[in-house]
């Protein structure tokens, strides 16, 4: 860990007094993870705080207390913040608040991250490509500084954890992780209630739109990449919304075919998101969401392109097929 960053970080936080936690759209649960253990440190803190994301939370993490005060009003810009701090987010854009931001005149920010593409983009950066999550970065921040970690703050990043390893599953399941996890516990952490929410949250209708999807699986000839696909009218089908895909995308990381796996879904404003996944070293699946001004990580990454799905589909294949040559 870049320790004068995290230094310099917790002076700031303890010297100022009005704070703004923001993390990313359609958050996971790394992002919900954070926010809530900074917004319980700023609590115990006796700290002024809001916390922001422009789409709402799902309701499956309301068992961490702080997710029920996260506000999507964008009006909540319009108040003033001595440190607008940023979680999980590799820039701006993708936190959704490029715009909004401009309604604070001269904003410190404090920019914490584990995504190969962040841009850097605050006055403190502590960006950690080698960390598993935010939430991984977030616990070695605490034991530096010598904050508490108390059961709330215990769970809240263990499910970061939980959630961007894919149940400790995917390539980013490190030594470091594992321990982060068993030192998580050992503070209290409720397992038992991460696991219950998040890992056993999957309904028959859900299940029937797993079904769809994985009847759609083709591997893309000529890039050797799996894809399938899900439209809003799947999602109608089955009365579910985008987020009862959650999941879907590291569940194909199982596949034994294919140089990486494509997890094309069509959103309720009509683009399309791109949610890429591989196990394989010779795969940079971060410089392919660049191409299309995505970002994420070298083995999971994504981005999103204008639909409809018949029209992004090309855009998809044509823009990779330029790429190899």
Known sequence: MPQRTAKLIHEKILEKDRFLLVTHQNPDGDAIGSVNALGEMLHTLEKDYTIFCATPASDQFDFLPHTTHITSDPDIWKHSYDVIIVCDAGDLRYAGVDELIRHQADPFIINIDHHASNEGFGHLNLVIEAASSTTEILHNYFMLNECEINRTTATALLTGLITDTGNFSNSGTSRQALSTASKLI???ARLNHIRRHVLQDK???????????????ENKEGFDFVYTYITQKDLVQCGLTEEHLEGIANLMNNLNEGKATFVIKEKQDGSVKVSMRTVRDDVDLSKIAQMFGGGGHKKAAGFDVPGPMDIALDTIWSTLEKSQK
């Open 203 to 217: 309904t028959l209708p859900t299940f029937k739109l797993w079904g769809i999807v994985l009847s759609r699986l």
């Open 186 to 188: 050992r503070y209290g």
